[in-house]
C-alpha cells in the first residue's frame, strides 16, 4: 500500500500516525502496572523470586503461541484493524483481575490474559505498519512506533508513582486506574485506523503454519532471534535486582520512567539511522550492548549503578525492538506478512519461558549473578551468529517489501 500524501499526519501515514496512538495509550496502561507487579507479589504476597519468573515466562510463552496463529489467520482473512481490536480490549479487560488477586495463581490470570491479548494484536499491527508505509521508510515508521509505545511506558510509570507515593502503597488501585488508557487505546483503533489488506489471500496464496513460504535469511535471524531471546530474560529480574541492590520500591517506577524517557527518545533517530545506513550494523551492536548491559547488572553493588544501567538498557531497546523489525519486513514475502510478523514474535515469546526459569533458578541458588552472566554469555553467542547477516550483501535479501 503506497503513502498517500493527503493521508499523511505530522509526515506520516495516518494508520502508522494513529497506531503510534494507540501504542502510547496501551504502554500507558500496562506500564501502570507491570513494574509494579514484581513488587506486589514479593511485598504484597510473598512470593519466591523463582515463582515470578514461572509467573513471567508462563505469561509470556504460552500467551506467544497465539501469535503466529494470529498473524496466519490475519493474512487469510485479510483484517488488520478487528484483531487489534480485540487484542488490545483482551489486555485491557485483565487489569480487575490483578487489582483484586488474592494469591499469585490470580496474578498469573491476569499477565496471562494480558499477555493473550498482545498475542492477538503484535502480528496483525506489525503487518499494518509494514504495509503502510513505503519501503525506505521501514525504519522511519517502526521507530516512530515503538518510539511513541515507549513514551506510553515514560507517563505509565510516572502516573503509578505519584499514585503509590499519593496513596500510600495502594498498588490495587494504581491497578484499577490502568485501566482507562487502555480503553482510549481500543477506542482510537476502532474511531480512527483503516483497513489495509481489504481482501483475503486466494485459496492458492493462503500461508500454512510452517517455514516452506520463507527465505533461509529469514529462517538463520529467528534462529539467532531466538537464540538472543533465551538469555533475554523477564525485566522483572532487572527490577529487583534495583531493590536487590538497595533503590526504595516507591521509587523503582521512577528509575523505570527515566529507561523509558531514553528508549522512547532514541527509538525514532534509530530507525532513521536504520534507513540510511540499514538495520544490520544497529542490531549486531546491539546484541553486543546488551552482553555488557547484563554484566553490568550482575557485578552493581550500588544504586547509581542500577540508574546508570537502566539508562544505557534504553539505548539497547530503542537500538533492537523497530530496527529489527524493520529488518524482518524486508525478508518477509508481502503476501505473508503477519504470518513471518507472528512467527518472530511466538519463537521470541516463547524462549522468555526458559529463559525466565533458568532465570529465577539461577537467582535462587546462586545469586542474581548468575542470571546476569547467562544473559550476557547468550547475548554475545547471537552477536557472533549474526555476522552472516553483516557479510552479506544487499542483494542477498530473497524477500522484497511490496506494500
Request: hydrophobic share 50%; with cysteine; charged share 15%.
Amino acid at each position: 500500500m503506497q503513502e498517500n500524501p493527503s493521508e499523511k499526519i505530522c509526515g506520516l501515514n495516518r494508520n502508522i500516525f494513529f497506531t503510534g496512538v494507540v501504542s502510547f495509550f496501551m504502554d500507558f496502561s500496562s506500564e501502570m502496572v507491570y513494574p509494579l507487579v514484581p513488587l506486589f507479589l514479593s511485598s504484597v504476597l510473598g512470593v519466591q523470586k523463582s515463582v515470578i519468573g514461572l509467573i513471567e515466562g508462563i505469561a509470556e510463552s504460552t500467551a506467544s503461541l497465539l501469535k503466529v496463529f494470529s498473524g496466519w489467520l490475519s493474512d487469510r482473512l485479510g483484517h488488520r484493524k478487528w484483531l487489534m481490536v480485540v487484542g488490545y480490549g483482551i489486555s485491557t479487560l485483565s487489569r480487575p483481575l490483578v487489582a483484586t488477586a488474592p494469591n499469585w495463581g490470580q496474578v498469573l490470570a491476569s499477565r496471562f490474559l494480558d499477555r493473550f491479548g498482545k498475542g492477538v494484536r503484535n502480528a496483525p499491527r506489525d503487518a499494518l505498519i509494514a504495509e503502510s508505509c513505503e519501503a525506505p521508510n521501514l525504519g522511519r515508521s517502526f521507530g516512530f512506533h515503538r518510539g511513541m509505545d515507549t513514551l506510553g511506558a515514560v507517563v505509565g510509570p510516572a502516573v503509578a508513582f505519584g499514585l503509590l507515593a499519593y496513596f500510600h502503597g495502594q498498588y490495587r488501585l494504581v491497578f484499577w486506574l490502568s485501566m482507562i488508557p487502555g480503553a482510549l487505546a481500543v477506542l482510537t483503533i476502532i474511531f480512527f485506523i483503516r483497513e489495509t489488506k481489504a481482501h483475503p489471500l486466494d485459496q492458492t496464496e493462503k500461508p500454512k503454519l510452517g517455514w516452506a513460504s520463507f527465505s533461509g535469511s529469514y529462517k538463520f535471524f529467528i534462529l539467532v532471534v531466538t537464540l538472543f531471546s533465551l538469555g533475554n530474560s523477564s525485566d522483572v529480574f532487572l527490577i529487583l535486582r534495583a531493590e536487590n541492590v538497595g533503590i526504595p520500591a516507591a521509587v523503582i517506577p521512577l528509575v523505570y520512567l527515566v529507561f523509558n524517557v531514553i528508549y522512547s527518545l532514541g527509538a525514532l533517530p534509530a530507525g532513521i539511522l536504520s534507513d540510511r545506513i540499514g538495520p544490520k550494523p544497529i542490531i549486531f551492536l546491539a546484541f553486543t550492548l546488551f552482553g555488557f548491559i547484563y554484566l553490568g547488572f550482575g557485578k552493581a553493588s550500588h544504586p547509581v549503578h542500577i540508574w546508570l544501567l537502566f539508562i544505557v538498557y534504553g539505548i539497547f531497546m530503542a537500538m533492537t525492538e523497530g530496527v529489527q523489525k524493520a529488518f524482518l519486513a524486508t525478508l518477509v514475502p508481502s503476501e505473508f506478512k503477519a504470518t513471518g510478523f507472528g512467527l518472530y514474535n511466538t519463537l521470541v515469546g516463547l524462549a522468555m519461558l526458559p529463559a525466565s526459569l533458568i532465570g529465577g533458578f539461577l537467582w535462587d541458588r546462586l545469586g542474581p549473578q548468575a542470571t546476569f552472566l547467562y544473559g550476557s554469555v547468550t547475548a554475545w553467542l547471537a552477536a557472533l551468529l549474526f555476522i552472516f547477516f553483516l557479510l552479506l550483501p544487499k542483494s542477498s535479501r530473497v524477500a522484497s517489501v511490496n506494500q
